[in-house]
């Protein structure tokens, strides 16, 4: 139980072109999902959090517009990556957490992006 | 500023050996801790959550907590190369954020 899937998992595009990533709980409904990027030999850093049907919350440095995030059931969210450039290049992970309170969160496979 | 402390490693163990990853936290109104492993290139996988002082224990994996010294703790027994990964302790704090520690790579030597 507890899987979480993404798509694609990797992708390749050019500079200043937008690109969407999706984010499914395929066995349970996710009342919370995260977003975070991850750069090479670097920690996990969260970019939002997000609810269903609500807006989601940004941490401190992460351009909203930047990256849109739509929560639209409690199965599905999408990060797109709008007007990409090469240093937004990384492996972007979500997760998705179920019990309320509990905190576990269940991490996607990811998925690696590369702008050139 | 709450952090959550972990030493980075490498930590080399020899297989069949006990390896003890340690963590420590700021927030001693924490109240729930999680341990994941990321291997390279791949994204975390939950190992162990532990809300309770004292050991929870899962196979050959145990985790520690000891709230009083805001410490928490996993310990894999009978280590095996297919271990070797990068261990995140991970902490929801007292306003519910999750605040994650920076890793600690593990090696298991054959």
């Known amino acids: 139980g507890a899987v979480v899937s993404q798509h694609p998992s990797w992708v390749i595009c050019k500079s200043g072109t937008s690109v969407k990533i999706e984010c499914r709980s395929l066995?349970?409904?996710?009342?919370?999902m995260f977003w975070y990027r991850q750069f090479p030999k670097q920690s996990l850093m969260l970019m939002a959090t997000?609810?269903?049907?609500?807006?989601?919350?940004?941490e401190q440095g992460v351009e909203k517009d930047k990256f849109l995030i739509n929560h639209a059931s409690l199965t599905l969210s999408t990060l797109t990556v709008t007007s990409a450039h090469p240093e937004d290049s990384s492996f972007y992970i979500c997760?998705?957490?179920?019990?309320?309170?509990?905190?576990?969160?269940?991490f996607g496979p990811g998925t690696r992006l590369t702008v050139t | 500023q709450k952090e959550v402390e972990q030493n980075s490693g490498p930590l080399s163990v020899p297989e069949g050996a006990i390896a003890s990853l340690n963590c420590t936290y700021s927030?001693?109104?924490?109240?729930?801790f999680f341990w994941y492993r990321q291997y390279s290139g791949k994204s975390p996988e939950l190992i162990m959550s532990?809300?309770s002082n004292g050991d929870k224990e899962d196979g050959r994996f145990t985790a520690q907590l000891n709230k009083a010294s805001q410490y928490v703790s996993l310990l894999i027994r009978d280590s095996q190369p297919s271990d070797s990964a990068t261990y995140l302790c991970?902490?929801?704090?007292?306003?519910?954020?999750?605040?994650w520690g920076a890793g600690t790579k593990l090696i298991i030597k054959p």
């Open positions: 997760s998705a957490s179920f019990l309320a309170g509990s905190y576990e969160q269940y």
């Open positions: 066995d349970f409904q996710a009342t919370t």
């Open positions: 997000s609810n269903e049907g609500s807006k989601a919350t940004y």
């Open positions: 927030d001693r109104g924490s109240q729930s």
């Open positions: 532990i809300y």
């Open positions: 991970a902490v929801r704090d007292s306003n519910y954020q999750l605040i």
